[in-house]
């Protein structure tokens, strides 16, 4: 526990002198007897074929993208091509020594990348499990293409495969890896380890941390490569990433059997420029990139330049580094100089840099360097180099013909598509084995203290009981937590507080006592590595609960939650499931800041589910939901709900496992004259409304809670306004733009006909949240929802109006932004 580790002042204010461990800058001497014992001469003969099916891979698209036609083959690509010419050698070095195991996530400039891992692995698996792995893949479609072309062998048919298969997805076609819905930037082959490659700029970068969380904390062989550029050390993603990945309590706190720090290795491909900034001289100050390892731990992270225009300076680095981190003394970060000879994209003239400088790097170019070294070593002949530049157009030139025919490559269609938003399945449990726990569930002191609570939140009387007494909407997310940690072995938790401290409200309180730290533990204050890595978990086979404690956060994490929870099941077309549930606490009483409810927000992006509980009841059964599921949910939960009891479902909050139905609103008082639909607590001063509009205005108001923004099914929804003709949708979002809109708007169409009057939408005010004092001033209150009803749905006899919720008002408000 943290509390074991003491922060002495005698220690910390103590005087002295740190000192920085050297950094080794391109150390590899080159040694041929040493480099044939580890690779052998077909081994360094592979690479160098290897080297040059991506360079005339990548030729061919700049061709296709420049000229619209390669080797007489014409082609309109739409798409983009970001190529890595000139940066051969760094990717297949990184590649030549590791196995299927050994992940690497890419970038957006990553065809060389997926190309050259799958090609090792073709190299290194024998010929059943190559055919095997081909024959499954995606029901065989690709291998269906290339099989019907003359190979001498199934290594070369699995060459084809590799590289058709990468081509198709670049060209949007099924047959590709992912059937064209990662398309150029984010295509990868999951059995060869080639991982999601990703078109945001440093975006991997604690993606892949969590990936090799998923193998430290599961025991899973091999370790995980984060391919970033350089100019991605000045993203968020890769800094946060870096953080996590060298927390000291891997070493301090987590059992010794777990192994350590997670495997991770920081790869930077470093060829001097972020599009068209320089970063060594104009965007960066660190000189040496390898530099910055130095201020992350006492080890520099290991960190290393290695010349990546030698493949084999590349493979032993990434040899000894390997060791390191199956060691579990990361992380490791490499500084791998290497160069593009072409452009950001082929739309680039390069005008930023010098034709020298490019002429520079040409004559140093990777191909004929390696070349030449292995054939003044006597590996390789003139004519066989002259053989593999043909093999190289040959293959390619096969892989084109191939992936441009729409009769033998065609696209997928837009029910596909609609297909790979969601898996929609449920999973107890990802691996058949005991959960990691620290005593028994029984015995959970928690769990035993709300044995005496009360399920239900009235007396007999129907008066609230007091707080103490009550099982509150916390206990149930607690034991939600709890069932399924007993349940799925993979299930990790973690985030800012909460452990120890039970979270920040109290929710995960007694979770420590029964969890080993590897399974629930605290994270840096890193909102978007704590999503991120997330997102690596969940995607390599694992259940990841993650939390950021205010809504208010999910901007720390927006490109986490925005690009990459919601996309990678669609852009995968399926094969990557995402049983990733990230809670979300929306706040009052902390101001402008930490008071905000953004459902409309995450609401607005595809492949998200969205669920917001109100009641005790719902909180553990969407919970319950959320957990079992394959698919990302973002789930909020309302401060202002944690104390209290179940008020609505009379025999009160199970005991055992249930789940509440996915996407169904739920009615929490039947009426006949008018509907109010609510979203989080806005449930309560909408009941507070409704008792008022019955006892006093003889009005039956049906009120209807959402609990979920997607899935939504409507027709319960559009049930009630046609037996009503009224309808108002309350929120504590800020008005302008909430998710109530979009309910209204497809109410409008769905019930037009139906309808007495517009429906009408009460949300908090387009403003800053003010102190918690003024907050009746901000949020919707049951007179809020009364005078709007009186103003625009239906006058109230005799109602005293005590604020403006006239039509005359929203203009006002709209002609000033507020």
């Not at 020594?97 to 073709?122: M, N, Q, W």
């Not at 806005?682 to 003889?698: H, K, Q, S, V, W």
Request: with cysteine; glycine share 10%; aromatic share 10%.
């Amino acid at each position: 526990m943290p509390k074991q580790l003491v922060v002495d002042p005698k220690n910390v204010r103590a005087s002295g002198t740190l000192k920085i461990h050297d950094i080794p800058i391109n150390q590899y001497k080159p040694n041929i007897k040493k480099e044939l014992k580890t690779f052998g001469k077909d081994g360094l003969k592979q690479m160098y074929v290897d080297m040059l099916l991506i360079r005339e891979f990548e030729t061919m698209l700049n061709s296709i993208k420049v000229r619209g036609a390669y080797q007489g083959i014409s082609y309109d690509h739409k798409g983009p091509a970001h190529l890595s010419l000139g940066q051969e050698s760094a990717a297949v070095g990184q590649c030549a020594l590791l196995g299927c195991d050994d992940l690497i996530f890419g970038s957006h400039r990553s065809h060389g990348e997926i190309l050259a891992k799958c090609f090792s692995a073709v190299h290194k698996l024998d010929d059943a499990q190559l055919t095997q792995i081909m024959e499954t893949f995606m029901g065989g479609a690709c291998l269906r293409v290339v099989e019907k072309e003359h190979h001498a062998s199934v290594k070369e048919l699995a060459m084809s495969y590799v590289v058709y298969g990468t081509l198709a997805e670049i060209f949007a076609r099924e047959q590709g890896f992912n059937k064209g819905l990662g398309g150029s930037m984010h295509a990868f082959f999951p059995p060869f380890g080639s991982m999601p490659n990703n078109a945001i700029v440093g975006g991997s970068g604690d993606i892949c941390v969590g990936a090799a969380l998923f193998k430290r904390i599961n025991r899973k062989p091999g370790i995980v490569i984060g391919n970033i550029g350089d100019a991605s050390m000045g993203c968020g993603p890769v800094w946060e990433g870096i953080s996590l990945a060298s927390m000291d309590q891997y070493r301090t706190l987590w059992d010794k059997e777990v192994g350590g720090a997670p495997p991770i290795l920081f790869n930077f491909f470093n060829n001097f420029y972020g599009m068209g900034g320089q970063t060594s001289g104009e965007t960066m100050g660190y000189g040496i990139l390898a530099r910055v390892g130095a201020g992350v731990n006492p080890d520099n992270m290991h960190a290393e330049r290695v010349d990546g225009y030698n493949p084999l300076a590349v493979a032993d680095a990434i040899a000894r580094k390997r060791d390191i981190l199956l060691e579990g003394r990361g992380p490791v970060l490499l500084d791998t100089i290497t160069y593009r000879l072409s452009g950001h994209s082929p739309s680039d003239a390069s005008s930023y840099r010098t034709k020298e400088e490019v002429e520079l790097w040409q004559e140093a170019d990777c191909i004929k360097s390696f070349g030449a070294y292995l054939k003044d070593n006597d590996v390789i002949s003139e004519a066989e180099l002259a053989e593999y530049s043909q093999y190289a157009v040959e293959k390619i030139t096969m892989a084109t013909r191939l992936a441009v025919s729409l009769d033998i490559s065609p696209r997928i269609s837009g029910e596909v598509i609609e297909a790979a938003m969601f898996s929609n399945k449920k999973v107890d449990r990802f691996e058949e084995r005991e959960p990691e726990t620290l005593l028994p569930k029984a015995e959970n002191p928690r769990s035993k203290s709300l044995v005496s609570k009360a399920r239900f939140g009235l007396d007999e009387n129907g008066k609230p009981l007091p707080g103490n007494k009550v099982f509150a909407y916390r206990d149930a997310l607690f034991e939600a937590m709890l069932h399924r940690f007993y349940e799925d072995p993979t299930m990790v938790a973690y985030g800012e507080e909460n452990r120890d401290w039970g979270g920040a409200f109290a929710v995960y309180r007694g979770l420590t006592e029964a969890l080993p730290y590897h399974r629930l533990f605290n994270s840096p204050i890193s909102e978007g590595a704590i999503v991120g890595s997330g997102v690596g978990y969940a995607l390599s086979g694992g259940r990841a609960v993650v939390e950021l404690m205010y809504c208010d956060f999910l901007g720390r994490a927006g490109d986490e939650i925005f690009n990459q929870v919601s996309k990678w099941q669609a852009m995968s077309a399926g094969i990557l499931q995402m049983p990733l549930v990230v809670r979300i606490s929306v706040g009052s009483k902390y101001g402008a800041q930490h008071s905000q409810d953004w459902t409309g927000l995450v609401a607005h992006i595809p492949g998200l589910k969205v669920m917001y509980p109100a009641t005790p009841y719902d909180a553990k059964g969407m919970l319950n939901l959320a957990l079992r599921g394959t698919d990302p949910v973002i789930f909020f939960e309302s401060q202002k709900l944690y104390g209290i009891g179940e008020l609505f479902e009379r025999g009160g909050v199970p005991e055992g496992y249930y789940e509440t139905p996915e996407g169904e609103p739920a009615i929490r008082r039947e009426g006949n004259d008018l509907t109010i639909m609510t979203i989080g607590p806005t449930l309560y001063p909408a009941i507070d409304a409704a008792d008022i509009l019955r006892d006093t205005y003889g009005i039956s108001a049906e009120v209807i809670d959402l609990r979920f923004a997607n899935p939504l099914n409507y027709d319960t929804l559009v049930a009630s306004v046609k037996k009503t003709g009224k309808v108002l949708l309350a929120t504590d979002a800020c008005e302008r733009n909430s998710f109530m809109h979009t309910v209204a708007t497809n109410l409008t169409q769905l019930a037009f006909d139906y309808l007495d009057a517009p429906p009408v939408v009460v949300g908090s005010r387009n403003w800053i949240t003010p102190a918690a004092e003024m907050e009746t001033i901000f949020f919707p209150q049951q007179n809020w929802i009364l005078d709007a009803i009186h103003e625009r749905i239906i006058p109230l006899p005799g109602h005293q109006v005590t604020t403006n919720q006239s039509l005359s008002e929203i203009v006002r408000r709209n002609r000033l932004g507020v």
